[in-house]
């Protein structure tokens, strides 16, 4: 099982910047893909980026248009998503997850408990 703690989450104005961190722990924790998913009001949640422990391969959404860069610190166990250039309909609650594939292929094992990020225009 994976223990997931994410943080980070703020309001801000629209072409500013955030950035979430997800605290990961449990076992085999190193063995699964990390990435966050965001769920705006009324919709369903969507995936935003992962990253393979390693760091080898990094996957984002359409939407993110290389505004956001996701990473991991494995001596910290860590990853973040550093969020730039953000837009009102970025608006939503963030989840870090863990799992299989890069998640939005895979299986998610693990999810945080989620952090509100707010865009005004």
């Known amino acids: 099982q994976v223990q997931l703690v994410d943080s980070g989450g703020g309001s801000v104005q629209a072409g500013a910047s955030l950035t979430l961190t997800c605290t990961c722990s449990g076992q085999n924790f190193n063995s699964y893909a990390w990435g966050w998913f965001r769920q705006a009001p009324g919709k369903e949640r969507e995936f935003v980026a992962a990253v393979t422990w390693g760091g080898e391969s990094a996957i984002y959404a359409d939407f993110v248009e290389g505004r956001f860069a996701i990473s991991r610190t494995a001596a910290k166990n860590k990853v973040t998503l550093q969020m730039s250039s953000l837009r009102p309909e970025d608006t939503a609650i963030y989840f870090c997850?863990?799992?299989?594939?890069?998640?939005?292929?895979?299986?998610?094992?693990?999810w945080g408990q989620g952090t509100q990020v707010t865009v005004s225009s």
């Open positions: 997850a863990a799992g299989t594939g890069m998640l939005v292929d895979g299986i998610v094992m693990g």
